[in-house]
T-cell receptor, first 114, second 113 residues
Framework: KNQVEQSPQSLIILEGKNCTLQ??????????LRWYKQDTGRGPVSLTI?????NTKSNRRYTATLDADTKQSSLHITASQLSDSASYICVVRGYGGSQGNLIFGKGTKLSVKP | EAEVAQSPRYKITEKSQAVAFWCDPISGHATLYWYRQILGQGPELLVQFQDESVVDDSQLPKDRFSAERLKGVDSTLKIQPAELGDSAMYLC???????????FGQGTRLTVV
């Protein structure tokens, strides 16, 4: 069964600190993986997309990594800000037919405290 | 900047009543999705349209939920009758086609009392 597992479920850090969120998936065959940021009460917004051949991709203070062999991805946030407080959702798209559906993780809830 | 528009933003309804949500996707986007997101969980697909056709409604509770996209543009999701367990955020998303990035609307927060 295609699954996306995220850890930790929740995380509290102090402003200015770094953190890393994890995503493990079993979706196969694999097309791409996205990290979304979802503010409370809002729709998800895409941060990065990783395809099979990409190992690292950065977007401002967000750096995503992908190991397609071990089916693991991480999202590293550098110098966290209060506005980073949100849920971060890992979404994997399979390839072909029903496997082309988006498979969502349950998200990691990040709280950045002053 | 083009956005996916959803209305209403918030809806409170009594159980057994009917409720409807509306979504206007980004212009030119052929694929439209409706998701349900329970608090603290990831979104779960309810229905996917390609233009006006349903391509996946396997997770849609068809005894009470219905969705349509008559002209292949905007879409309506209806629940009748609403149950307490339907309280959730209902998200609409659209993409150019199935393989492209999905852009999400702000969602409709439904509370059934």
């Amino acid at each position: 069964k295609n699954q996306v597992e995220q850890s930790p479920q929740s995380l509290i850090i102090l402003e200015g600190k770094n953190c890393t969120l994890q995503c493990n998936y079993t979706v196969s065959p694999f097309s791409n993986l996205r990290w979304y940021k979802q503010d409370t009460g809002r729709g998800p917004v895409s941060l990065t997309i990783m395809t099979f051949s990409e190992n690292t991709k950065s977007n401002r203070r967000y750096t995503a990594t992908l190991d397609a062999d071990t089916k693991q991805s991480s999202l590293h946030i550098t110098a966290s800000q209060l506005s980073d407080s949100a849920s971060y959702i890992c979404v994997v798209r399979g390839y072909g037919g029903s496997q082309g559906n988006l498979i969502f993780g349950k998200g990691t809830k990040l709280s950045v405290k002053p | 900047e083009a956005e996916v528009a959803q209305s209403p933003r918030y809806k409170i309804t009594e159980k057994s009543q009917a409720v409807a949500f509306w979504c206007d996707p980004i212009s030119g986007h052929a694929t439209l999705y409706w998701y349900r997101q329970i608090l603290g969980q990831g979104p779960e697909l309810l229905v996917q349209f390609q233009d006006e056709s349903v391509v996946d409604d396997s997770q849609l509770p068809k005894d009470r939920f219905s969705a349509e996209r008559l002209k292949g543009v905007d879409s309506t999701l209806k629940i009748q009758p609403a149950e307490l367990g339907d309280s959730a955020m209902y998200l609409c998303a659209s993409s150019l086609n199935e393989a492209n990035e999905a852009f999400f609307g702000q969602g409709t927060r439904l509370t059934v009392v």
